[in-house]
């Protein structure tokens, strides 16, 4: 079975603080694909990043961050100094292309408040 | 037009009702998704159609639930008989394809079943 937990329900950080979302993810599937999505207040989700199982490396953009993990199953986001502006839901997504099932998976979100 | 879009942004129904959703993907993406969001919950997926190939229907909540897509491009969500617990956004994404794509969103549909 496949499965993405996101353990965090909601996080409130006070603006200029890291913060590390968690995401932990269950597959059989030697291939896969794990997102991070961002949900806005606005509502639209917008896609924040892709990787896939054979690339472990972690990666900067901005402020952001990423660390996938295998060992432990984890595809963790970071945020450095964050603003208010990243207030929002964040999802993570799981998917399995060769399992011969092509949903995407989605964690139940982390509510992220970013206090001024 | 550049994203997903969805129509109407808002429905709110009487219960018993019918009721359609509709998505019109990106231009050129093969695969179509409906998902549904409920008051503080995460994505649940309901339907998905890629090319022309049998839709992945495993995820209809009931017999009430259907969508098509026509000519491989607008997709319609229906929803009969309406009942309370229908109330949520219905979301529709579209990707080039399945082979773990990133998905491009619509901002929702928020069906209110009164």
């Known amino acids: 079975a496949q499965k993405v937990t996101q353990a965090q329900t909601e996080i409130s950080v006070v603006e200029k603080e890291d913060v590390t979302l968690d995401c932990v993810y269950e597959t059989r599937d030697t291939t896969y694909y794990l997102f991070w999505y961002k949900q806005p207040p606005s509502g639209e989700l917008v896609f924040l990043i892709r990787?896939?199982?054979?690339?472990?490396q972690n990666e900067i953009s901005g402020r952001y961050s990423w660390n996938f993990q295998k060992s432990t199953s984890s595809f963790n986001f970071t945020i450095t100094a964050s603003q208010v502006v990243d207030s929002a839901v964040y999802f993570c997504a799981l998917i399995s292309p060769t399992s011969g099932t092509y949903k995407y998976i989605f964690g139940t979100g982390t509510r992220l408040k970013v206090l001024a | 037009g550049a994203g997903v879009s969805q129509s109407p942004s808002n429905k709110v129904t009487e219960k018993g009702k019918d009721v359609e959703l509709r998505c019109d993907p990106i231009s050129g993406h093969t695969a179509l998704y409906w998902y549904r969001q409920s008051l503080g919950q995460g994505l649940e997926f309901l339907i998905y159609?890629?090319?022309?190939?049998?839709?992945?229907k495993s995820g209809l909540p009931s017999d009430r639930f259907s969508a098509e897509r026509t000519g491989g491009s607008v997709s319609t969500l229906t929803i009969q008989r309406t009942q309370q617990e229908d109330s949520a956004v219905y979301l529709c994404?579209?990707?080039f394809g399945t082979g773990g794509e990133k998905l491009f969103f619509g901002s929702g549909t928020q069906l209110s079943v009164l």
């Open positions: 159609f890629q090319g022309n190939s049998a839709p992945d």
């Open positions: 990787r896939n199982s054979f690339d472990e």
């Open positions: 994404a579209s990707s």
